[in-house]
């Protein structure tokens, strides 16, 4: 019994591998051809028909390169790094709530924060084993992001998570029947889309590829494969903080077909911001994460666990 349970687990493990990148290709798609009718041009529309296979040409073109490697890095660590930055971001997938096998276990948002934070130590080694000052750079820039804004990220989590009193993504399908969340949580929720934001390293808050300034951040120095892992990896974690939105405070019923229209449009909603919001400054960043966020967060995690103690008062 055990044996078909492992058979079965690494069967539907490499099932979602395969349509997690495949949905990145599209996604890949999906924002150029955004980005192109938001600068009033059209996106990629050449190969095939309406430029659909364009991300699939694209992949074949970056891993049919040479890849080049810089004569003074840390070869292992440069070699690796961008490897383990794929496998960590598909591996925050494995707590996606599906009622079968994968990690559907009860501490799953848990295994979602211990994966998250573990994603700033590749971005680390990518940018110092490069052995180049723009890739330390932007290596440090993302790292000191990333940090500051899980502070929050935790603590908004924790307002949920005290509404709900269980650590299993399970539970918000059940306590979304009626009623979505954000209707509840909206200051929360919009604060929890701006720190995805800053955690996938997206505009406005990209500071770790500046481009005026550090060439193209802790991926300078990265061609052909790596790159396109880089790449890949980062795609992937806009998957799945879009799927985190809905999930946490749109209605997370993940058997329904408007699920996956809702994730569709939270994908969307990160690329429209690219499209529209210019760079922030890097002070203004961190300002905005320990001047703003934090007492905010905090302040309505208090809030809730008041809220949440009262009620129980009530029913006592």
Known sequence: MFLIDLILFLISMLLLFI?????????????????????????????????????????????????????????????????????????????????????????????????????????????WSSNSNYSLLGG???????????????????????????????????????????????????????????????????????????VSGFNVEYSSGGFALIFLAEYSSILFMSMSCVILFLGADIYSLMFFFKLVFMSFLWIWVRGTLPRFRYDKLMYLAWKSFLPVSLNYMFFFMGLKLWMFSLYI
């Open 19 to 127: 349509c997690v990148l495949v949905s990145v290709a599209f996604l890949t798609l999906m924002e150029r051809k955004v980005l192109g009718y938001i600068q009033i041009r059209k996106g990629p529309n050449k190969v095939g028909f309406m430029g659909i296979p364009q991300p699939f040409s694209d992949a074949i073109k970056l891993f049919s390169k040479e890849s080049i490697l810089p004569l003074m890095s840390n070869i292992n660590l440069y070699y690796m790094s961008p490897i383990f930055n794929l496998f960590l971001s598909l591996m925050l997938w494995m707590c996606m709530p599906f009622m079968t096998i994968l990690f559907n276990f009860n501490l799953g948002i848990l295994f979602f924060l211990c994966v998250a934070s573990l994603g700033v130590y590749s971005i680390m080694i990518s940018g």
């Open 140 to 214: 440090l820039r993302s790292v000191a992001q990333t940090i500051s804004y899980e502070v929050s990220l935790s603590l908004i989590l924790l307002s949920f998570l005290f509404l709900i009193l269980s650590l299993n993504l399970l539970d918000f399908m059940l306590y979304q029947n009626n009623l979505w969340l954000i209707f509840l949580y909206f200051p929360l929720c919009l604060m929890w889309i701006v720190t995805s934001l800053a955690e996938t390293n997206r505009t406005p808050f990209d500071f770790a590829e500046g481009e005026s300034e550090l």
